[in-house]
C-alpha cells in the first residue's frame, strides 16, 4: 500500500512563506528509484505541475511561474519530499498535491501528470493579498 501525506499547508500574506512536506511510505520507495513531483489545482482550473525532483536529487524542475521563488528538496532517509515556497502570491493559492513516479532518467516528463503512479489527498495553501 503506497501512502503519500502531505502537510504544511495553511493561510499567508502576500510575500510570505511555507514548507509544504510529503512523506511517503510503501513498498514501491524501498524497491524503486522514485522521482517525486508537486501539483497544484485551484478552484475552477485544471491541476498544473509546479516542480519535481529525481531519485538522486540531481535533477530539478520548476514551472515558469514559480521559478526562482520555490525550492523542491528531498530527503531519501525519510522518504520526504518538500517544497519551500517563498515571495507567495495570491495566485499560488489552490491545493498542492504531491506525486510519486518511478524515476526513468532524463526521460522521465516530470512535467506530466500521466507520468506519476500515486497521488496523495492534498493540502490547501491559501495566499491573502
Known amino acids: 500500500q503506497v501512502q503519500l501525506v502531505e502537510s504544511g499547508g495553511g493561510l499567508v500574506q502576500a510575500g510570505g512563506s511555507l514548507r509544504l512536506s510529503c512523506a511517503a511510505s510503501?513498498?514501491?520507495?524501498?524497491?524503486?528509484?522514485?522521482?517525486m513531483g508537486w501539483f497544484r489545482q485551484a478552484p475552477g482550473k485544471e491541476r498544473e505541475f509546479v516542480a519535481a525532483?529525481?531519485?538522486?536529487?540531481?535533477?530539478?524542475y520548476y514551472a515558469d511561474s514559480v521559478e526562482g521563488r520555490f525550492t523542491i528538496s528531498r530527503d531519501n532517509a525519510k522518504n520526504t519530499v518538500y517544497l519551500q515556497m517563498n515571495g507567495l502570491k495570491p495566485e499560488d493559492t489552490a491545493v498542492y498535491y504531491c506525486?510519486?513516479?518511478?524515476?526513468?532518467?532524463?526521460?522521465?516528463?516530470?512535467?506530466?501528470?500521466?507520468?506519476?503512479?500515486?497521488w496523495g489527498q492534498g493540502t490547501q495553501v491559501t495566499v491573502s493579498s
Open positions: 510503501g513498498r514501491p520507495f524501498s524497491s524503486y528509484p522514485m522521482a
Open positions: 506525486a510519486a513516479g518511478r524515476d526513468s532518467g532524463p526521460s522521465f516528463l516530470a512535467r506530466r501528470s500521466y507520468a506519476y503512479d500515486y
Open positions: 525532483i529525481s531519485w538522486s536529487g540531481s535533477r530539478t
